[in-house]
Nanobody, 114 residues
Framework: QVQVVESGGGLVQPGGSLRLSCTAS????????MGWYRQAPGKQRELVAS???????NYVDSVKGRFTISGDNAKNTVYLQMNSLRPEDTAVYYC????????WGQGTQVTVSS
């Protein structure tokens, strides 16, 4: 079993920044991918960014140049630095750990509003 815990959401004005953190614990394998997904009301959950244990990253087009995903393998932790936030970034953000199985965090609300 793997436990996934997120933190760092909140309310921010357009143009502002937030940093999300996610830590996986339990039965962690040496090869894994961790990622951030988001789900806005009435919309499907979408992948925002992901990173492998070797450091390869992937981003959805709408956040390229604004969001940065990074990882600390020693802590099994990933971060999502979100800059130049827009109202359309408002969503519940979920962390995902995927190796031989996948596990989800409980989600953290990000609201971008003036």
């Amino acid at each position: 079993q793997v436990q996934v815990v997120e933190s760092g959401g909140g309310l921010v004005q357009p143009g502002g920044s937030l940093r999300l953190s996610c830590t996986a614990s339990g039965r962690i394998f040496s090869s894994y991918t961790m990622g951030w997904y988001r789900q806005a009301p009435g919309k499907q959950r979408e992948l925002v960014a992901s990173i492998t244990n070797s450091g390869s990253t992937n981003y959805v087009d709408s956040v390229k140049g604004r969001f940065t995903i990074s990882g600390d393998n020693a802590k099994n932790t990933v971060y999502l630095q979100m800059n130049s936030l827009r109202p359309e970034d408002t969503a519940v953000y979920y962390c995902n750990y995927r190796s031989y199985a996948q596990y989800w965090g409980q989600g953290t609300q990000v609201t971008v509003s003036s």
